[in-house]
Structure formats: C-alpha cells, structure tokens
C-alpha cells in the first residue's frame, strides 16, 4: 500500500504517526516547528487522510505498510514518533524491524490491551447521513447530541471531505473501523524487545499510561524514559505544544 505522507524540513529523518481518527495533519504545526532539525515524514496511516482504503486494518498490516513506506523512500533506519494508535504501530515496527529504528517516541498509549472505548465517537459518526449532509454545521450538530466536547468533534470533522461531485466524505474508512475497532486496543505479544533509546510521553491528565504500566514497559522497552507533561490529556501534543517540541528536541538531540 502506498502510503499518503508529508515532507517537512531538513535533517535526519523521523517518520511521525498520528493517532485513530486523524491525519497527518494533526502534527503539522508541531512539524513547522522542528523543520530546521529534522526531515520529517507525516504519514496517514491506511484507512485514514488521503491513504487508501482497505478491508485488512490491523498493526500487522500497518508495521507492513511502514516498512514499504520506508524502503521506497530510501530511508534504511530513522527516529520514528507515534501518538496513540500510531504509537502502537510504532511500538509492534521497533520490536518486528529493530534495526531500522534509531531512537523511538511514543505518545501517550502502553503496550497493553484496551479495550473498546470509542463506542460513542461512532455512534456520532455514523449517524451522520452523508448522503443528504449539506454542510460542516449540520454534521456538527449531529455529532453534538453523542460529544459535549467541541474540541473532540471539531477533531473529528477535519476527516470530512469532499469528492468530486463535491458531496461530503469520510476520508476515514468509517465502515472497516466500526466493524474492526477492537484491533485498535490488540497489546504487543511474543518475548522480543527493542533495546534502542525510547521515550514515553504521558499526558499527566491522561489514563492511557498509568504506572503500573511500567512492567509492560521494561519488558519490551529496557531503555525507556517515561515523561510527563503537565496540563495535558490525551491529545498532548495539541494541548501543550511548546513543552511537546521541547521534549522532543531534548530526547533525540
């Protein structure tokens, strides 16, 4: 699968993942401001932003497409950074292709298994008739009666977009991640370990790496830091920007 990506900046390379529901979007701003040390590939995952649509959707076939990802761009090993699902698939690359990563960034999600929780997004999303939907305020206004949080829905809405006869589209593959949506949560298995340099980034208001995850950590991630960063949840790098670009930078020098 080719996947659809970003170039940004100029230096050594770090291929960056965004999580389930975006795009490669997402870290743009956070790309602009680490172009003047990095090469950096934005990738949109299969089965979200402008990458092709496919029934397989599990981190077997995303570890896949990474590493085709990277052998059609030359590149035989870079610094790789994912957040949330892309940090899963960041996490299962490193352990299955330990030598074409040099050091390793995961945002916010632990090698363990969650179980489904986003049950209410996509109630939300699939509610939405895309077939008579007329505008970004109507799908709003529907997504509003299943999230409170403008925020999460605005978040949303950037994966609604337009085909040629200008109808809206999901650029998400809503129907395969409705039906597939417990392979999102899959824990990393089997008895290998990655022994290169790895941080992990916690938003200190998020439950998705909590320390008892830690075990989990030292298991497949001997030389892992975990770092918190204050006044963030989930979506951290959206959240606190500045102090994620300083971690970052501080982490792979």
Do not use: C
């Not at 990458?51 to 030359?74: E, T």
């Not at 999600?109 to 970004?136: D, F, T, V």
């Amino acid at each position: 699968m080719k996947l659809n990506f970003k170039k940004v900046g100029e230096g050594k390379p770090l291929i960056i993942l965004h999580g389930l529901f975006g795009s490669a979007d997402n870290w743009l701003s956070i790309a602009k401001e680490l172009e003047h040390h990095y090469t950096m590939y934005l990738v949109d995952q299969r089965n979200h932003g402008d990458s092709p649509k496919s029934d397989d959707w599990d981190y077997k076939a995303m570890v896949d497409d990474l590493a085709a990802f990277m052998s059609a761009q030359g590149l035989e090993s870079a610094d790789i950074m994912g957040h949330s699902m892309g940090g899963k698939t960041a996490m299962n690359f490193a352990l299955k292709y330990p030598s074409k990563v040099n050091k390793l960034i995961i945002a916010d999600i632990a090698p363990r298994y969650y179980p489904p929780h986003h049950q209410q997004i996509l109630q939300g999303l699939n509610a939405i008739n895309m077939e008579e939907l007329k505008s970004r305020k109507e799908a709003d206004d529907t997504l509003a009666k299943y999230i409170d949080e403008m925020g999460i829905r605005q978040f949303l809405l950037k994966s609604l977009g337009r085909n040629e006869e200008r109808k809206f589209i999901w650029k998400v593959n809503l129907p395969v991640i409705t039906e597939k949506i417990d392979n999102v949560g899959e824990a990393l298995s089997g008895n290998k370990s990655f022994e290169g340099p790895t941080l992990f980034m916690r938003g200190a208001n998020s439950k998705y790496i909590q320390d008892s995850d830690k075990e989990d950590l030292e298991k497949f991630f001997p030389e892992y830091k975990l770092i918190s960063i204050k006044n963030a949840g989930h979506w951290l790098h959206a959240e606190q920007p500045s102090a994620v670009i300083e971690t970052i930078k501080a982490f792979l020098g």
